[in-house]
């Protein structure tokens, strides 16, 4: 009788001797995502795999992520800030704080579990928004800011432009940047231009709250900056938090995927392991169905164009224009008859 050990993410020791136990051995053609990972990753899901993959490919895959644990944001584990990429806002005015209003008392609860993850402290005016399922977000109400906030200017990719370097790709990871910019810190002077305002006390972001103006354009800088070697050599497409990873072999993909994981650990760049799709053929981004031999538009966008009626008025004409404009690499031609 004799130990010896094998790939267990549960660090189980396990005895070979006696038909009974080896019923008991790791089976590697039985390996599921969540034993490979571990009970620490309860997030994964063997849905996120490609079907394709076989056996060996799964083991080797979730030996890389195990190593890059540091990179995944799992659960309600509190996210840190991004290094060395603080945001400064900059104001062609003073202060653009506008009155207080009467507001409902939902948001003490909102305000409570953003403070403990500390993306306020107490010192923009609150906007509640109440989902179908009766759960609320709390939202600053950002539009005088921006008003008055000077701009910056940094280009984003232009989406078709870079889906089509996925041509002849067999195989493509999607990640997602867990709650993107809430990653994002500001440095000190800028957090007292994000105030929110209450009869009680006052807040203020100390992280980059969604719909501040210029912060999709830091972000994608943050990402360039961050991935410029990897966006350079054509392995991976960065559209502000989302990022695509392709290439035409298995053992590539691997590589680059760790290469990706790499970097985003000493940023304190975390990913989110439900946006994560590993190594598919196909998949849906950025409003396209992508694969290595075709680039589509995502059917439900379509469908819900086609079964509007005729614009009737100046609005719904620019919501057709707009999406046309957004697909017309996709749109045939038509003439006047």
């Known amino acids: 009788m004799y130990g010896i050990d094998i790939y267990n993410s549960k660090n189980r020791h396990i005895t070979i001797g006696t038909n009974k136990e080896k019923e008991n051995s790791l089976d590697i053609n039985k390996i599921s995502a969540q034993d490979a990972l571990g009970e620490q990753s309860n997030e994964f899901r063997e849905g996120k795999l490609s079907i394709t993959l076989i056996s060996k490919q799964k083991l080797s895959l979730f030996k890389m992520l195990r190593n890059n644990r540091p990179a995944f944001a799992i659960g309600e584990e509190l996210l840190r800030k991004i290094r060395g990429h603080d945001i400064e806002l900059y104001l062609d005015v003073g202060r653009p704080y506008p009155p207080m209003v009467?507001?409902?008392?939902?948001?003490?609860r909102n305000l409570k579990n953003i403070s403990m993850n500390s993306w306020k402290v107490e010192i923009t005016t609150p906007v509640l928004i109440t989902w179908h399922d009766g759960k609320s977000r709390l939202c600053a109400d950002s539009r005088a800011l921006k008003n008055y906030t000077k701009g910056y200017r940094?280009?984003?990719?232009?989406?078709?432009?870079?889906?089509?370097?996925?041509?002849?790709?067999?195989?493509?990871?999607?990640m997602d940047c867990m709650k993107g910019f809430h990653q994002y810190g500001f440095k000190p002077h800028s957090m007292k231009l994000l105030r929110i305002i209450f009869?009680?006390?006052?807040?203020?972001?100390t992280r980059m709250p969604f719909g501040i103006k210029n912060a999709p354009a830091h972000?994608?800088?943050?990402?360039?900056?961050?991935?410029?070697?990897e966006i350079l050599e054509g392995l991976?497409?960065?559209?502000?938090?989302y990022i695509i990873i392709y290439s035409e072999t298995w053992e590539d993909h691997l590589q680059y995927i760790d290469r990706v994981l790499s970097k985003c650990k000493p940023k304190n760049l975390r990913i989110s392991l439900k946006q994560f799709n590993f190594c598919q053929q196909e998949l849906l981004a950025l409003g396209h169905k992508v694969s290595g031999?075709?680039?589509?538009?995502?059917h439900n966008k379509l469908e819900a164009v086609l079964q509007n009626t005729v614009p009737r008025n100046i609005k719904e004409m620019q919501y057709f224009l707009g999406f046309a404009s957004y697909y017309r690499n996709h749109l045939k031609i038509r003439f006047p008859t």
């Not at 972000?219 to 070697?229: A, C, G, L």
């Not at 991976?236 to 938090?241: N, S």
């Not at 031999?293 to 995502?298: A, R, V």
Request: glycine share 2%; net charge positive.
């Open 102 to 108: 009467r507001r409902p008392p939902s948001p003490g």
């Open 154 to 174: 940094y280009p984003l990719p232009r989406i078709p432009h870079a889906l089509d370097k996925l041509a002849k790709a067999r195989y493509i990871t999607k």
């Open 199 to 205: 009869h009680m006390r006052i807040y203020e972001y």
């Open 219 to 229: 972000f994608q800088r943050m990402m360039d900056i961050i991935f410029q070697e």
């Open 236 to 241: 991976m497409v960065a559209y502000i938090d």
């Open 293 to 298: 031999l075709n680039l589509e538009i995502e």
